[in-house]
């Protein structure tokens, strides 16, 4: 599904844009596109490689915002006009082992105003358990 979410997403895109999809480090950390709800939720599943690992053999906290950001960054294009993040942050409830094999991420959109776009993330390991929250906070570089 992978193939056809970038080019949905690079459907919603500002004409004549220089916005790159997929980005560069979404490209390095093997992210895929694996579900998207019309005007509600992407969802981008990311491997746990050894070299995200914090000393206690833990996927690093700063991995896992970049691959929530990494789902809040494409779905903010799909639903909103063109935005930039104001407010990112992250809570951790358990962690990534190493002997997980991926992660996914499901971003929501929580409510759009006139000038901002709400965003919400869970991350999940392939046990479904919850391991991280995100919530986001974007603002339009256009009022709606």
């Known amino acids: 599904m992978s193939d056809e979410l970038l080019k949905l997403i690079s459907s919603k895109l500002p004409k004549q844009s220089n916005i790159e999809i997929p980005p560069k480090i979404f490209v390095d950390m093997e992210g895929e596109y694996i579900e998207y709800v019309e005007g509600k939720s992407l969802t981008a599943r990311f491997p746990v490689k050894e070299r995200y690992q914090n000393p206690l053999r833990a996927m690093q906290g700063g991995m896992i915002v970049a691959a929530m950001d990494n ?7 799909m639903v909103a006009p063109p935005s930039v993040t104001t407010h990112i942050n992250a809570t951790y409830i358990r962690p990534v082992r190493e002997t997980d094999k991926s992660i996914d991420v499901i ?5 759009i105003t006139k000038n901002l776009l709400h965003m919400r993330a869970d ?13 986001l ?6 009022p709606v």
């Open 107 to 111: 971003a929501t959109v929580v409510e």
């Open 137 to 142: 906070i974007n603002y339009f570089m256009k």
């Open 71 to 77: 789902t809040f960054g494409p779905l903010s294009y």
């Open 123 to 135: 991350v999940k390991n392939l046990d479904g358990e919850l391991v991280a929250v995100g919530q």
